[in-house]
């Protein structure tokens, strides 16, 4: 029996230590902790998930029709702008091209000789030695063959455009994505030939819902994490707002531009986009631990008024760090009233409540 009194005690004196009888009789007052209303302005993150994508994106093509004789671009390789991609073989193009230069150094020839006949003609005619007639002829053959001349320089410069464009080089600088031909190969005009990717900036695609589209403008900065490169942030800015909605998920597609000097970001990457806009009107902070969620999805806040406790219902605007921004639904809150963030889980309206000798409270922790 004096054991089961002893234990008895034991257990009864936490509660004599932190539940003590108002004077004059009633329950005793609740111990709680509290913490001030702070009243602000906050700046609100708004986090979306997007996928990255390079900044320019290619396919390769051929310019003219050929065999594939050599090809450089292998996939993953990093190449500069103008690097050589592939060659097409150029045989028969250079022989066209040693034809034309031959045949238009034949008609230079003619020319020369031409004008020296035309000349000549002129002072025989200007002599009476000749007729107007075949004064004519001569300029008449002159002429004929300056226009040879020029439709010789102009297949000439086709020939050597040909030659130049059997050279396929890289548009920009760029990672090679993948290779669609092979040595050996014949290729049309058209056809692709490697896919190049510039990932010296990319772009995160966000679909962002309607709500929030007015959140977000050109120029706006967000911050920019990827699950494939933990604990790195990167700073973007939104480059285009996409006027055409997702019609099932009513999302506008947002643009992000990242720049990726080291192209640690590659196409495709999981992203993690934080924007951030201040509320437009100040709003009363309370920190997260004040908040209580009733049953119902509402919740309230218990304020301390002269030693006893007073429900407000609250409505959250949004989370900021460790406090909420909210709004009152019902009741009175004001910046500068003390909240209990400890042990108002069940405390009522009009309940006597004892505040800890603590500044815990003033601190949120």
Request: aromatic share 4%; glycine share 6%.
């Amino acid at each position: 029996m004096p054991a089961l009194f002893a234990l008895l005690l034991i257990l009864l004196a936490p509660l004599s230590l932190h539940a003590q009888p108002r004077p004059g009789g009633g329950p005793p007052a609740a111990l709680v902790v509290t913490a001030p209303v702070e009243e602000g302005q906050p700046r609100i993150p708004t986090s979306l998930v997007g996928i990255s994508e390079a900044r320019y994106s290619t396919a390769v093509a051929a310019e003219v029709e050929g065999l594939v004789e050599s090809l450089t671009a292998r996939r993953g390789r990093q190449v500069e702008q103008g690097a050589v991609l592939a060659q097409l073989r150029t045989y028969r193009t250079e022989l066209a091209l040693e034809e034309a230069r031959a045949a238009l150094g034949e008609v230079q020839s003619r020319i020369v000789k031409a004008q020296a006949d035309r000349r000549r003609a002129r002072e025989l005619f200007d002599q009476n030695f000749i007729s107007e007639e075949e004064l004519q002829s001569r300029e008449t053959e002159h002429d004929a063959l300056q226009q040879s001349a020029q439709s010789r320089r102009a297949a000439l410069r086709s020939l050597e455009d040909r030659l130049a464009r059997m050279t396929i080089r890289a548009p920009f600088a760029g990672r090679i994505a993948f290779e669609a031909t092979e040595v050996g190969q014949w290729v049309r005009e058209g056809d692709e030939v490697v896919h190049l990717d510039d990932l010296s900036v990319v772009h995160v695609m966000v679909p962002v819902p309607e709500q929030h589209l007015s959140l977000i403008s050109l120029g706006s900065h967000a911050r920019v994490r990827f699950d494939a490169l933990p604990g790195r942030d990167f700073s973007g800015k939104v480059s285009a707002i996409i006027p055409r909605a997702d019609a099932a998920a009513r999302t506008f597609p947002v643009q992000v531009e990242v720049a990726n000097p080291h192209s640690e970001i590659l196409g495709g990457m999981l992203a993690r986009v934080s924007f951030t806009h201040e509320l437009q009107q100040s709003a009363l902070l309370v920190p997260k631990d004040a908040y209580v969620l009733r049953p119902d999805d509402e919740g309230f806040v218990v304020r301390v008024v002269e030693g006893k406790a007073e429900i407000v219902e609250v409505r959250i605007l949004a989370a900021v760090a460790d406090t909420f921004a909210v709004q009152v639904r019902n009741g009175r809150l004001e910046a500068g009233d003390r909240v209990v963030i400890r042990g108002n889980e069940r405390l009522r309206s009009g309940q006597a409540v004892r505040e800890a000798a603590t500044n815990a409270g003033d601190s949120g922790s």
